[in-house]
């Protein structure tokens, strides 16, 4: 299976929503952990980068893309 590519500042699905009923996130910062931030109630949350890694379903909205279009 291929890994996903993500990047700080894409807006991932996940596979479950969060409580706020969207499960959209942006990845706000990365490293051994990664933190994402709710684009619905903007609740943060610090997720081991493995586990993070299986709960991820896609990718929406890669930042690469935007910043291409705007240079």
Known sequence: MEKKQYQLGDIVQM?????????????????????????????SVLVPRTKFESKLKKVLRSNANQEEETT
């Open 15 to 43: 596979k479950k929503p969060h409580p706020c009923g969207t499960n959209e996130m942006e990845i706000i910062r990365m490293g051994m952990d990664i933190r994402i931030k709710c684009v619905g109630c903007k609740h």
